[in-house]
């Protein structure tokens, strides 16, 4: 890709945008994750944990099996706890995880500030932290990859961060999920170039909006000192 600062080769346009002005710009970085899945999955999970706890209530049922079949009276218990597990994994997932973890790019401070969250995909009871990194724009190089994982299939870009003044990249973050053809890709990276160039630029996105599949609600929650600089001039 054209680096940061120099020319673009393409016209420029956002895919989505959450706010654009003349000191910063936001982006939601949507996930292709089937949440409707999530949905079946408190369904059944919730039916399942309800008619497995329901023999509790049997008379006698905790005196019979403790004399009778104490392995089984464990993996009774057991199984509730699985369960209730799957369960609360796909509450978390459909309830708490924010569906546009975004991204601000300030030209005024020539920085950008990546919001991340990091789910587990099979600990419900851990810590699922949100952290936000914060980059110099001149570090930033931006990548095409073309990925086939299980949610994402096609043309993904990223941002690679290179130590200062050299191209040795010490981490990547994705800055727009995959997509079908790397066109809009390649106008989202000049857009976002040239809008920390200080150039005019489209303000309307491809899409907007946001997409059904980010609602109900957005829970994207910024630290108070990064939420005030990211929107700040200095």
Known sequence: M??????QTVIGQLIWVTEINDIWLEIPRYENIMWGIGWLGIISMF??????????????FFYKMILSDFMFFISYFLSLFVIFSLFLLQFRMVFLVP?????RFNRKRQKVYVFDYHRNHWNPWGKWP???????????????GHEADRYDQGFRLYCAV???????VSERFILNQAMSHPEPQRRLWSHLCQYMQHK???????????PDNWKPRKNVGWPEDLERESITAP
């Open 130 to 144: 949100a952290t936000v990194k914060v980059f110099d724009w001149a570090d930033i190089h931006g990548e095409i």
């Open 200 to 210: 005019p630029v489209v303000m309307d996105p491809v899409y907007p909006g946001r």
């Open 162 to 168: 290179c130590k200062p003044g050299t191209r040795e």
């Open 47 to 60: 039916i399942s944990f309800l008619l497995g706890a329901g023999f509790s209530f049997i008379p006698g």
């Open 99 to 103: 569906r546009d973890q975004p991204i």
């Open 2 to 7: 054209p680096g940061n600062k120099e020319p």
